[in-house]
């Protein structure tokens, strides 16, 4: 069993940052791959960013490359989504989710969500104009 934790979120105004964070307990070690995903109202939940826990590769989605860092700090057990340049289209609620996957990397295991077995609560970012 793995606890996720999201915080960070909040409103801001375009062109404005935040950072979010995902705290890992429990079984951390039984997971190689975490993602942020985000989801606006009437609308598919997306993939947004994702990270190799062991190796620490990374991987961005189109609409937010150049804008947003997924990172980890190993030590404290923690993923973190640094957003800069926010948009109104980034609105939404932004989860993190955990899985064992083989590979991980690229953005194949974001149509196969059902793999992700862990999930947080979710944070909300709202931007406004």
């Known amino acids: 069993q793995v606890q996720l934790v999201e915080s960070g979120g909040g409103s801001v105004q375009a062109g404005g940052s935040l950072r979010l964070s995902c705290a890992a307990s429990?079984?951390?070690?039984?997971?190689?791959?975490m993602t942020w995903f985000r989801q606006a109202p009437g609308k598919e939940r997306e993939g947004v960013a994702l990270?190799?826990?062991?190796?620490?590769?990374?991987f961005h989605a189109d609409s937010v490359k150049g804008r947003f860092t997924i990172s980890q700090d190993n030590a404290k057990n923690t993923v973190y989504l640094q957003m800069n340049s926010l948009k109104p289209e980034d609105t939404a609620m932004y989860y993190c989710?955990?899985?064992?996957?083989?590979?991980?990397?690229?953005?194949?295991?974001?149509?196969?969500?059902?793999?992700?077995?862990?999930w947080g609560q979710g944070t909300q970012v709202t931007v406004s104009s």
């Open positions: 990270i190799g826990t062991r190796g620490g590769s990374t």
């Open positions: 429990g079984a951390t070690y039984s997971v190689n791959c």
């Open positions: 989710a955990a899985a064992t996957l083989s590979p991980c990397g690229g953005s194949w295991s974001w149509s196969k969500q059902y793999l992700y077995k862990y």
